[in-house]
């Protein structure tokens, strides 16, 4: 009889196969090393592991979808402040890259299913992105709705691809609660973070200073908005492990860990300023 690899086993072996795919010696010598999102990953391993697939057919759309999304990661971090022209060409040229390998991984799959609805996700990331970084935005909804977006859009689609739609509110809220929790982290550590910045804009009269330099209560009242959006997400995670059917141990865990790590200030801070 044959043992089938346990999920950690399934998670682990993959996970080395997208590394090895990812990390070309030459790239990492001139971009930053890229970022594999392993809690994504996991997920989608889960959401395979009880679904009848071979855990060839498991590996190749989970490396598929880590693949497009390690390429739009990457090619987001193009930005004007490169270090020089050649680091710019090679984070472009890096991110083709990975984009290349997807599409040669898709093809050999032979789903043209999977290839409609993943190329969808790719577009309505892409699209929400443009919103954001082109300050096309009208409310905080909005941009929230768009970090949401674009945090999940691809393993939404994924998920719909299986028909197992279930885990779409629950996968959307997980990534938006992560990026949020992120970009908080960036603001109180660094005082820089794409999140922040438009919520000054959209939150603040005279919004041409800086994050850093903004007064204690202007900061604080950013802090009051992202938690408030934290702690919704928080109760909606809290209720929906409790309800999606085959969650394993190991994501179980994880995502506990995840939740645990959002500790509210905004209120101590406002109390203390």
């Given at each position: 009889?044959?043992k089938?690899?346990?999920?950690?086993?399934?998670?682990?072996?993959?996970?080395?196969?997208?590394?090895?795919k990812?990390?070309?010696?030459?790239?990492?010598?001139?971009?930053?090393?890229?970022v594999?999102?392993?809690?994504?990953?996991?997920?989608?391993?889960s959401?395979?592991?009880r679904?009848?697939?071979?855990?060839?057919e498991?590996k190749?759309?989970a490396?598929?979808?880590m693949l497009?999304q390690?390429?739009?990661?990457?090619?987001?971090?193009?930005?004007?402040?490169?270090?020089?022209?050649?680091?710019?060409?090679?984070?472009?040229?890096?991110g083709?890259?990975?984009?290349?390998?997807?599409?040669?991984?898709?093809?050999e799959?032979?789903?043209?299913?999977?290839?409609k609805e993943?190329s969808?996700g790719?577009k309505?990331?892409?699209?929400?992105?443009?919103?954001?970084?082109?300050?096309?935005?009208?409310?905080?909804e909005?941009?929230?709705?768009?970090?949401?977006?674009?945090?999940?859009?691809?393993?939404?689609?994924?998920s719909?691809?299986?028909?197992?739609?279930?885990?779409?509110?629950?996968?959307?809220?997980?990534?938006?609660?992560k990026?949020?929790l992120?970009?908080?982290?960036l603001?109180?550590?660094?005082?820089?973070?794409?999140?922040?910045?438009?919520?000054?804009?959209?939150?603040?009269?005279?919004?041409?200073?800086?994050?850093?330099?903004?007064?204690g209560?202007?900061?604080?009242?950013?802090?009051?908005?992202?938690?408030?959006y934290?702690?919704?997400?928080?109760?909606?995670?809290?209720?929906?492990?409790s309800?999606?059917p085959?969650?394993?141990?190991m994501?179980?865990?994880?995502?506990?860990?995840?939740?645990?790590?959002?500790?509210p200030?905004?209120?101590?801070l406002?109390?203390e300023?």
């Amino acid at each position: 009889m044959i043992k089938l690899p346990d999920i950690r086993q399934k998670y682990t072996d993959i996970k080395e196969q997208v590394e090895q795919k990812v990390f070309h010696p030459y790239l990492l010598k001139y971009i930053e090393t890229p970022v594999i999102d392993e809690d994504k990953l996991l997920i989608l391993v889960s959401i395979m592991d009880r679904l009848e697939l071979s855990y060839n057919e498991m590996k190749n759309y989970a490396m598929t979808t880590m693949l497009i999304q390690i390429a739009l990661d990457t090619h987001e971090h193009i930005s004007n402040d490169a270090v020089d022209e050649i680091n710019r060409q090679l984070t472009v040229l890096a991110g083709d890259y990975y984009s290349g390998m997807y599409y040669k991984l898709l093809a050999e799959i032979e789903d043209i299913n999977m290839i409609k609805e993943l190329s969808k996700g790719i577009k309505e990331i892409n699209e929400h992105k443009i919103s954001i970084y082109q300050r096309e935005l009208n409310g905080i909804e909005k941009l929230m709705t768009s970090i949401k977006k674009i945090e999940s859009s691809l393993l939404v689609k994924f998920s719909e691809c299986f028909k197992v739609d279930l885990w779409n509110e629950f996968i959307a809220n997980l990534f938006f609660f992560k990026r949020l929790l992120f970009e908080k982290r960036l603001f109180l550590e660094a005082g820089s973070s794409l999140v922040f910045e438009t919520l000054k804009e959209l939150t603040i009269t005279n919004n041409n200073r800086s994050l850093k330099s903004l007064s204690g209560k202007q900061q604080s009242d950013l802090l009051v908005i992202c938690d408030r959006y934290l702690d919704s997400s928080k109760q909606f995670l809290l209720k929906g492990m409790s309800q999606l059917p085959y969650l394993n141990e190991m994501l179980e865990a994880r995502i506990t860990s995840i939740i645990n790590e959002h500790q509210p200030i905004a209120k101590t801070l406002v109390e203390e300023g």
